[in-house]
């Protein structure tokens, strides 16, 4: 058979298992380069659909070939660029294929009041916050799965569960699915989400009117206690006293306690030790900002909730240039979308470019037209100015001592350069880098050795830095 006619027959078999901007963003410029030997090879045109296709489309795309009646016993995926040139003759076009019915409405979902008997305490849930819409990495999976888990056996497994990670990178998401999961799965229980900055108000203003015994009662009736942002409980002492009391009441009658933070417990300087070491006691799990290939998968599943269908070009071209959290991420395709819908407008590089730096003056853009080479780098001072800017910390986090990963990592990076391309004595970057011995610079440079070898993304974005600096 025709093989270009032989992938058309399978494309349209997959159109019934996967949704429609899935198939228009994984399956454009793809096609059928060989069938030899058992082996049906597909060709893909750029390296960030090969993980894709092997999780979600190899296993399919080999029963329905089977089904059409070819011997295929394996599918291989190569890539080739050329396949993206226009009019290439081997690919099929995928929008003629399946073209689009009436746009989607493109309302997001309504925050949702959850009414359990009782549930007084149920009604911060937002149902679009959902364990399977958020898109799992490397760098949150084990929280992800820890969630998982905690929401099908609430109280029995990891109790606490503390999960921890930086601004936008899906604490709330994650809490808030907790939430949800277990509401759905054990419609009996009782959840209590909140803030613990609502927390406080609360219970402040419960102490004023002298009804901290009610106060403390509603909140032991909870069959899971989900907590946010507990850092913001530090220095509240009565508050956090009040807390503790809590979760020892709920922990002792295995009642599931959730809490998440923007550091790790043995961080959380200024809390009671105490309540520190509960949160230790079950289970630890960090949320990191996502690699390349999940930015994108993300980005794929918000258009996807949003009801638009973006380019791969744009979306990989979106990804690379947001260097912080999901939430950035978000609020670009926002504004695309608005884009879309008030002016008719199809995104380009040129207008995506335009609002990512909106949102974000400070954004180097990665783009051929903008790139500018830069040679005024000629002290430790210019590369942490510019090492500081595109990891968007300060000079003074960068020299400091905080040893979260946003800073460490830049730190790091910057001393890399300083040794590298100024080529200066250990010594002088460690008394430079806020006073350091020359065994921590050398650590540190050892480091952003290893990390080339080892991290993709962190070498990708090194590099870009190289030639912004000029170098
Ligand atoms: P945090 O509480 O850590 O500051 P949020 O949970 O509010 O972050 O996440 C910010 C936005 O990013 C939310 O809209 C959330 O749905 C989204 N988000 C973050 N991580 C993911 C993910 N892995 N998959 C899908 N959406 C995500
Ligand atoms: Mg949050």
Same mark, same amino acid.
């Given at each position: 058979?025709?093989?270009?006619? *032989?992938?058309?027959?399978?494309?349209?078999?997959?159109?019934?298992?996967?949704?429609?901007?899935?198939?228009?963003?994984?399956?454009?410029? %793809?096609?059928?380069?060989?069938?030899?030997?058992? !082996?049906?090879?597909?060709?893909?045109?750029?390296?960030?659909?090969?993980?894709?296709?092997?999780? =979600?489309?190899?296993?399919?795309?080999?029963? !329905?070939?089977?089904?059409?009646?070819?011997?295929?016993?394996?599918?291989? *995926?190569?890539?080739?660029?050329?396949?993206? =040139?226009?009019?290439?003759?081997?690919?099929?076009?995928?929008?003629?294929?399946?073209?689009?019915?009436?746009?989607?409405?493109?309302?997001?979902?309504?925050?949702?009041?959850?009414?359990?008997?009782?549930?007084?305490?149920?009604?911060?849930?937002?149902?679009? *916050?959902?364990?399977?819409?958020?898109?799992?990495?490397?760098?949150?999976?084990?929280?992800?799965?820890?969630?998982?888990?905690?929401?099908?056996?609430?109280?029995?497994?990891?109790?606490?569960?503390?999960?921890?990670?930086?601004?936008?990178?899906?604490?709330?998401?994650?809490?808030? +699915?907790?939430?949800?999961?277990?509401?759905?799965?054990?419609?009996?229980?009782?959840?209590?989400?909140?803030?613990?900055?609502? *927390?406080?108000?609360?219970?402040?203003?419960?102490?004023?009117?002298?009804?901290?015994?009610?106060?403390?009662?509603?909140?032991?009736?909870?069959? &899971?206690?989900?907590?946010?942002?507990?850092?913001?409980?530090?220095?509240?002492?009565? %508050?956090?006293?009040?807390?503790?009391?809590?979760?020892?009441?709920?922990?002792?009658?295995?009642?599931?306690?959730?809490?998440? +933070?923007?550091?790790?417990?043995?961080?959380?300087?200024? @809390?009671?030790?105490?309540?520190?070491?509960?949160?230790? @006691?079950?289970?630890?799990?960090?949320?990191?900002?996502?690699?390349?290939?999940?930015?994108? &998968?993300?980005?794929?599943?918000?258009?996807?909730?949003?009801?638009?269908?973006? =380019?791969?070009?744009?979306?990989?071209?979106?990804?690379?240039?947001?260097h912080h959290?999901?939430?950035?991420?978000?609020?670009?395709?926002?504004?695309?979308?608005?884009?879309?819908?008030?002016?008719?407008?199809?995104?380009?590089?040129?207008?995506?470019?335009?609002?990512?730096?909106?949102?974000n003056k400070d954004l180097r853009i990665?783009?051929?037209?903008?790139e500018t080479v830069n040679n005024s780098i000629k002290t430790m001072n210019d590369v942490v100015d510019k090492v500081s800017k595109y990891y968007s910390v300060t000079k003074e986090e960068i020299l400091g001592?905080?040893? +979260?990963?946003e800073f460490?990592v830049p730190r790091q990076v910057a001393m890399w350069f300083c040794k590298k391309k100024l080529?200066q004595?250990?010594?002088k970057i460690?008394s430079f880098f806020g006073?350091?011995?020359?065994? +921590?610079?050398?650590?540190s440079?050892?480091?952003?050795?290893?990390?080339?070898?080892?991290? &993709?993304?962190?070498?990708?974005n090194v590099?870009k830095l190289r030639k912004d600096l000029g170098f």
């Amino acid at each position: 058979m025709d093989k270009k006619i *032989f992938w058309e027959k399978i494309l349209k078999q997959l159109s019934e298992d996967i949704p429609r901007p899935s198939l228009m963003t994984w399956f454009q410029n %793809t096609c059928i380069l060989s069938i030899k030997d058992n !082996i049906l090879t597909i060709g893909l045109p750029r390296d960030i659909f090969t993980p894709w296709h092997q999780q =979600n489309s190899r296993k399919k795309i080999e029963k !329905i070939a089977q089904g059409l009646g070819e011997e295929i016993l394996k599918i291989e *995926f190569i890539v080739d660029g050329t396949l993206e =040139n226009e009019g290439d003759s081997r690919v099929s076009d995928i929008l003629n294929l399946f073209p689009s019915q009436k746009p989607k409405s493109r309302k997001l979902p309504k925050i949702a009041e959850v009414k359990i008997a009782g549930g007084i305490l149920s009604r911060q849930l937002n149902n679009k *916050f959902q364990l399977s819409n958020f898109v799992t990495g490397p760098g949150n999976r084990l929280a992800h799965a820890a969630s998982e888990s905690v929401a099908k056996s609430p109280g029995k497994k990891y109790n606490p569960l503390f999960i921890y990670g930086g601004v936008g990178l899906g604490k709330t998401h994650l809490l808030q +699915s907790i939430g949800n999961e277990i509401i759905r799965t054990h419609p009996n229980y009782l959840v209590a989400f909140v803030s613990s900055e609502n *927390f406080m108000a609360e219970f402040i203003e419960n102490i004023r009117h002298q009804k901290i015994d009610k106060f403390r009662e509603k909140w032991r009736r909870a069959d &899971a206690l989900i907590v946010d942002d507990i850092q913001f409980l530090v220095g509240k002492t009565r %508050t956090e006293e009040f807390f503790f009391h809590l979760f020892n009441d709920l922990f002792d009658s295995e009642k599931q306690i959730v809490v998440s +933070s923007d550091r790790p417990p043995s961080e959380l300087q200024g @809390m009671e030790k105490r309540l520190i070491s509960r949160f230790s @006691m079950g289970m630890i799990a960090d949320l990191q900002f996502p690699e390349l290939e999940t930015r994108i &998968a993300i980005l794929q599943q918000k258009s996807q909730e949003m009801g638009v269908i973006l =380019n791969m070009k744009i979306m990989e071209f979106i990804a690379e240039n947001i260097h912080h959290s999901v939430r950035e991420l978000e609020g670009i395709l926002t504004q695309i979308v608005a884009k879309i819908d008030l002016e008719g407008e199809i995104p380009t590089q040129k207008s995506v470019t335009e609002i990512i730096k909106n949102v974000n003056k400070d954004l180097r853009i990665e783009s051929n037209h903008i790139e500018t080479v830069n040679n005024s780098i000629k002290t430790m001072n210019d590369v942490v100015d510019k090492v500081s800017k595109y990891y968007s910390v300060t000079k003074e986090e960068i020299l400091g001592s905080n040893r +979260s990963r946003e800073f460490l990592v830049p730190r790091q990076v910057a001393m890399w350069f300083c040794k590298k391309k100024l080529s200066q004595p250990y010594q002088k970057i460690g008394s430079f880098f806020g006073g350091r011995d020359h065994t +921590s610079v050398m650590n540190s440079i050892k480091r952003v050795e290893m990390l080339k070898k080892t991290d &993709a993304e962190f070498w990708r974005n090194v590099n870009k830095l190289r030639k912004d600096l000029g170098f």
